[in-house]
Each structure stands twice: as structure tokens, then as C-alpha cells.
């Protein structure tokens, strides 16, 4: 029997539609003339809401591998956007803020954010969105858990 799959109707491939349609839009319309990635904004909208972060803790909450975090945070820092510092308890420990200037333009674009969220949910009910969102947030919870159950299974098998 012939394998087949209907993109259409692929979840994986419905929510990278939605994503990097509005990614593009977004970038296109707001970071473009600032020099900015989605992935900047990224960090810049965690820093945000989150206030100063240690990098670990940004990694986590962007959901970026730190060796590419470290690269945008320093893109970050040379542009004026945010400040990078040795943590107090830590010398090891990084901790990433927004200077005035990134919280300034924040403030630019969030609103533009926001206005291109709208545009992505118009049609939909104040609980079919609620539902959307938690669906979401447990499919990515659902995969994190995998993804840690393969890691220690991996481990498992190359200590035994």
C-alpha cells in the first residue's frame, strides 16, 4: 500500500504555515528597517515581558540553542539594544537586559505585533482562541517531554 500524506490537513505543516506567514509579515513591515531578525525580536520580546535574564534562562524561554542565542545577544548588545553583564553570584553566569534604546523600540513594535496577531485570528472566538493557544502549549510540552525521554534513553544505552 502507497504511503501518502495530505499537507493540508498535516498539523506540523498547518502550524509552520501560520508561522512563517506571519514571521514574513512581521518581518517585512516592522524588523526589516531596524536591522532585525525574527529570532532578535524574539529575545527582545522575552526580555521584554521577562525583564533581565540570565542567557540560560533566555535560551529557555525563546526556545534557542545557546550558542546561536549568544550570537544574537552580541548583535543585540552592538547595535545598543541590550546590555550583556557577568552575573552577581555567578561569574560564569551571563545576565542579558534591554538598554532604554531596545525598550524605546519595543514599545514601537509590539503594537505592530499585536495588529498582525489580530489580523491572524480575525474569524475566531474569544474561546476558540483560548482553546488554539493550549492546544499549542501542550503539543510543545507534549514534544519537549519527548525529546527528553529520547535524550535519556540515548544515555541509558551508551552507559549500559
Request: hydrophobic residues 45%.
Amino acid at each position: 500500500m502507497k504511503s501518502s500524506l495530505n499537507l493540508s490537513d498535516y498539523l506540523p505543516y498547518l502550524v509552520n504555515r501560520v508561522g512563517t506567514v506571519i514571521a514574513d509579515q512581521f518581518g517585512e513591515e516592522a524588523l526589516a528597517r531596524h536591522g532585525l531578525s525574527i529570532a532578535m525580536w524574539r529575545v527582545m520580546a522575552a526580555l521584554s515581558a521577562n525583564g533581565r535574564q540570565r542567557q540560560i534562562d533566555l535560551a529557555e524561554l525563546t526556545s534557542i540553542d545557546a550558542s546561536t542565542l549568544s550570537r544574537l545577544v552580541t548583535r543585540l548588545v552592538r547595535t545598543g539594544l541590550a546590555t550583556r553583564t557577568r552575573s552577581a553570584s555567578s561569574n560564569r553566569e551571563v545576565v542579558v537586559a534591554l538598554s532604554p534604546k531596545g525598550n524605546a523600540l519595543m514599545a514601537r513594535l509590539i503594537p505592530l505585533a499585536r495588529a498582525i496577531e489580530a489580523d491572524a485570528r480575525a474569524g475566531l472566538s474569544p474561546e476558540e482562541l483560548s482553546v488554539l493557544k493550549r492546544a499549542l502549549r501542550r503539543m510543545y510540552a507534549n514534544l519537549k517531554e519527548r525529546r527528553a525521554a529520547a535524550s535519556a534513553m540515548r544515555t541509558k544505552r551508551a552507559a549500559g
